[in-house]
C-alpha cells in the first residue's frame, strides 16, 4: 500500500510518521507513505499555499495551483484507487471504512488548513471526503495521521500477531474487549482474575466473551 499525504504543514506529519509500527511497517516495505510540501509546489518569492476567500469571511483558504500542480504529478505516475480530502464534513471513519480502505493500493491524503481548501480541487480530484469525528480540528494533518493508523494496521504483516486486527473488539460481535493484564499477577492489593492464571484456554475464551459484553452493556446503559 503506498499513501501520498499533501500538506501545507508537513512538519506535524514527519515525526509521528517515524515511530512505532508506523515505521516499522514501512521499513518492511508493507507500506509506503510520502509526506508531500505544499509549499514546493508554489509559485513566488513567499511560495504562498494560502489565500483570503473570494466574498469575505475569515480564514484563509488553500490555494488552487499548488494543490493542482502537487496532485497532477501524482495522478501521472500511477493509479489511485481513492483521493481523499480530510474535513470534518465528510462521512465519518469507522472499522468497516477503514477496513475497504486498507485494500487500496495507492491513496492520496488531501489535508486542509485554515478555512479550507479551494472547492474546485475537490470538485476536480476528490474521490471522498472523510471525517474522523464530529469535531474541528485545526488542520487535517492529525486526521490523516488517524487515517494512516487505522488503514496500515490492517495490511497483512504489519502487526507481529496477524491475528491482531482481526480479533481487535471493533472487529467481533460483542464490540467490547475484555479488560486485559500483565505481570505481575497482584499489585498493590489488585489481583488478576484467576481464570487468566490457570491457562485454561476454553474457560478464558468464555471468560473473555462475557467481560465484553459486560462491558458492552455498562457502556451503552
Ligand atoms: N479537519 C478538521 N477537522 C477534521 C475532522 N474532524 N476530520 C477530518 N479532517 C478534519
Not at 46 to 61: I, L, S
Not at 91 to 117: D, M, T
Not at 162 to 176: G, H, M, P, V
Given at each position: ?205 468464555e471468560w473473555?466473551h462475557k467481560q465484553?459484553l459486560k ?7
Amino acid at each position: 500500500m503506498r499513501i501520498d499525504v499533501i500538506s501545507a504543514v508537513p512538519k506535524i506529519l514527519r515525526s509521528p510518521l517515524r515511530e512505532s509500527i508506523i515505521k516499522r511497517a514501512q521499513a518492511k516495505k508493507l507500506v509506503r507513505i510520502y509526506v508531500h510540501d505544499l509549499r514546493k509546489y508554489a509559485e513566488g518569492k513567499y511560495r504562498q499555499v494560502d489565500d483570503k476567500p473570494f466574498g469575505g469571511g475569515g480564514g484563509m483558504v488553500l490555494k488552487p495551483e499548488p494543490m493542482f500542480k502537487c496532485i497532477e504529478k501524482l495522478l501521472s505516475k500511477r493509479k489511485y484507487d481513492e483521493v481523499i480530502y480530510l474535513t470534518p464534513q465528510g462521512v465519518k471513519l469507522n472499522q468497516r471504512k477503514a477496513n475497504k480502505l486498507s485494500l487500496s493500493e495507492n491513496i492520496i491524503l488531501i489535508c486542509g488548513h485554515y478555512k479550507g481548501v479551494d472547492q474546485r480541487v475537490i470538485d476536480k480530484f476528490v474521490t471522498m471526503e472523510l471525517s474522523i469525528g464530529d469535531y474541528v480540528l485545526t488542520g487535517g494533518e492529525t486526521a490523516a495521521l488517524v487515517v494512516i493508523d487505522a488503514l496500515i494496521r490492517l495490511v497483512p504483516g504489519v502487526l507481529g500477531n496477524s491475528e491482531s486486527a482481526l480479533s481487535d473488539s471493533f472487529q467481533t460481535e460483542s464490540k467490547f474487549d475484555a479488560p486485559v493484564y500483565t505481570r505481575p499477577a497482584e499489585f498493590e492489593g489488585m489481583k488478576v482474575p484467576d481464570v487468566l492464571l490457570k491457562g485454561n484456554h476454553k474457560e478464558i475464551k468464555e471468560w473473555r466473551h462475557k467481560q465484553g459484553l459486560k462491558k458492552y452493556r455498562k457502556v451503552k446503559k
